[in-house]
């Protein structure tokens, strides 16, 4: 495979979701399932078997770095990239999120038409993470 095509979107904001869909689905063309917090990913990763993840930081319930553990965990995870949106990027926090085990970090707002373009670069430079 030389791109991906499942992308997760874990996003508890409904006009983000909104926007992802229409960026990665539309735009980049990839099958998306949408979610609107951890917990739902954690129940439909397994299932959906997603190329990338795409993970809010702050969420109710589980944040990000706490789904991102439990996630990681999971066989069907292996290998698979995990790239944090957040709005807080500072330095110190970028580090801390990498370090994580995350593969990189989309500051919000994004621009939705260079969307796809950053799913493929952290996808070919993530498997195996």
Not at 55 to 77: C, F, I, N, W, Y
């Amino acid at each position: 495979m030389d791109e991906p095509r499942r992308v997760m979107c874990v996003e508890d904001d409904a006009d983000i979701r909104m926007i992802l869909e229409f960026s990665l689905h539309k735009l980049g063309g990839f099958e998306l399932c949408l979610c609107a917090s951890g917990q739902e990913a954690l129940d439909q990763v397994a299932t959906f078997a997603p190329d990338l993840v795409l993970l809010d930081v702050m969420m109710p319930g589980l944040s990000g770095p706490q789904t991102l553990a439990l996630l990681r965990k999971m066989p069907v995870m292996r290998g698979v990239p995990v790239v944090f949106l957040t709005a807080k990027a500072m330095l110190n926090e970028v580090e801390e999120l990498l370090q994580q085990g995350a593969t990189g970090l989309i500051v919000k707002p994004f621009d939705p038409v260079k969307l796809p373009e950053n799913v493929r670069f952290y996808w070919q430079h993530g498997r195996g993470a």
